[in-house]
């Protein structure tokens, strides 16, 4: 019987082996060169066309969301705001003007009066007021009753030309903020392209902006080691090889997979990590090679 039983281990030893080998997933990954490389850079654009008045950012400069990198000649754009709010006052004040439809009224309620005058004179007395004159007077009576409503109309459309000139004001103030050239995000001015006195058109690079903070190291692993759905999100060590033997880990997870399989058979894979400075200066650069170890468990 113990004989029977042993055989039976040994045949589903035999049997399932294979596939037990093929379902297991080491507890880690190392990749010995993962590359480092930036998540986000820009190159920061003019917004407006003119003349650089002042470019503050420099080289190496590290700069915050919102902070003003250039600044680009705004004193046409500034007597354009100064135009329009003058033309936005004016119209503030047409669209109060009532008197146009006061003084309408006012002479439509007289020559009202005075129609219905002439109407009971020849009632009671017929052809004491000529036809003629009494069809004057209600044409005169309709003439500022139509008045009014054009006066109304025309206030209305004042009303308008208020929203109007409110939007051109907008505007204009618009193309003075344009001409600060800010940082979009926290970063490093890597390189300035324009100078002051430059001329700049809308559109055209004034420097190189890149984010420092969050880095991605990217590497590749073969098809036959992992399926994409084992790697996604799996938390990641890395360790990177300093000056003098020193060295540095982070941390991070595996935010971005290819849907590539390259010639050798293997897909890319990138870790989302969160960058240390040391000394003042951020540790992980661009271009640096790094061990990346994937982990499982």
Same mark, same amino acid.
């Given at each position: 019987?113990?004989?029977?039983?042993?055989?039976?281990?040994?045949?589903?030893?035999?049997?399932?082996?294979?596939?037990?080998?093929?379902?297991?997933?080491?507890?880690?990954?190392?990749?010995?060169?993962?590359?480092?490389?930036?998540?986000?850079?820009?190159?920061?654009? $003019?917004?407006?066309? /003119?003349?650089?008045? +002042? @470019?503050?950012? #420099?080289? %190496?400069?590290? &700069?915050? =969301? !919102?902070?003003?990198?250039?600044?680009?000649?705004?004193?046409?754009?500034?007597?354009?705001?100064?135009?329009?709010?003058?033309?936005?006052?004016?119209?503030?004040?047409?669209?109060?003007?009532?008197?146009?439809?006061?003084?309408?009224?006012?002479?439509?309620?007289?020559?009202?009066?005075?129609?219905?005058?002439?109407?009971?004179?020849?009632?009671?007395?017929?052809?004491?007021?000529?036809?003629?004159?009494?069809?004057?007077?209600?044409?005169?009576?309709?003439?500022?009753?139509?008045?009014?409503?054009?006066?109304?109309?025309?206030?209305?459309?004042?009303?308008?030309?208020?929203?109007?000139?409110?939007?051109?004001?907008?505007?204009?103030?618009?193309?003075?903020?344009?001409?600060?050239?800010? $940082?979009?995000?926290? /970063?490093?001015?890597? +390189? @300035?392209?324009? #100078?002051? %006195?430059?001329? &700049?058109? =809308? !559109?055209?690079?004034?420097?190189?902006?890149?984010?420092?903070?969050?880095?991605?190291?990217?590497?590749?692993?073969?098809?036959?080691?992992?399926?994409?759905?084992?790697?996604?999100?799996?938390?990641?060590?890395?360790?990177?090889?300093?000056?003098?033997?020193?060295?540095?880990?982070?941390?991070?997870?595996?935010?971005?997979?290819?849907?590539?399989?390259?010639?050798?058979?293997?897909?890319?894979?990138?870790?989302?990590?969160?960058?240390?400075?040391?000394?003042?200066?951020?540790?992980?650069?661009?271009?640096?090679?790094?061990?990346?170890?994937?982990?499982?468990?």
């Amino acid at each position: 019987m113990r004989v029977s039983i042993i055989a039976i281990l040994s045949l589903a030893a035999v049997g399932f082996g294979p596939w037990a080998e093929c379902s297991a997933v080491a507890a880690t990954k190392v990749i010995p060169r993962g590359l480092v490389s930036l998540i986000e850079e820009a190159q920061v654009p $003019a917004q407006e066309p /003119g003349e650089l008045m +002042e @470019v503050v950012a #420099h080289d %190496g400069q590290q &700069v915050s =969301s !919102g902070e003003v990198l250039a600044r680009i000649d705004d004193k046409l754009a500034k007597l354009e705001l100064d135009v329009r709010k003058t033309e936005l006052d004016v119209a503030q004040k047409r669209s109060k003007d009532t008197v146009s439809i006061d003084y309408a009224k006012a002479a439509a309620k007289v020559l009202e009066a005075d129609y219905w005058r002439k109407v009971k004179s020849n009632e009671q007395v017929p052809g004491s007021v000529p036809k003629a004159e009494e069809e004057r007077a209600l044409l005169e009576y309709e003439q500022y009753r139509q008045q009014i409503i054009k006066a109304e109309f025309e206030l209305e459309i004042a009303v308008l030309e208020v929203k109007v000139s409110e939007a051109q004001v907008a505007a204009a103030n618009e193309h003075i903020v344009r001409r600060e050239i800010k $940082a979009p995000w926290d /970063g490093i001015v890597d +390189e @300035v392209h324009r #100078h002051t %006195g430059d001329w &700049v058109n =809308s !559109g055209d690079p004034i420097l190189r902006l890149v984010r420092m903070d969050h880095l991605k190291i990217k590497a590749s692993i073969g098809v036959d080691e992992y399926t994409p759905d084992e790697v996604m999100g799996r938390p990641v060590t890395v360790k990177v090889l300093l000056a003098r033997g020193a060295t540095e880990t982070f941390k991070g997870k595996i935010a971005g997979i290819s849907p590539i399989v390259d010639g050798n058979n293997e897909f890319s894979v990138w870790a989302a990590i969160e960058n240390k400075k040391r000394n003042g200066y951020w540790i992980l650069r661009d271009g640096m090679y790094a061990e990346m170890t994937i982990h499982f468990d």
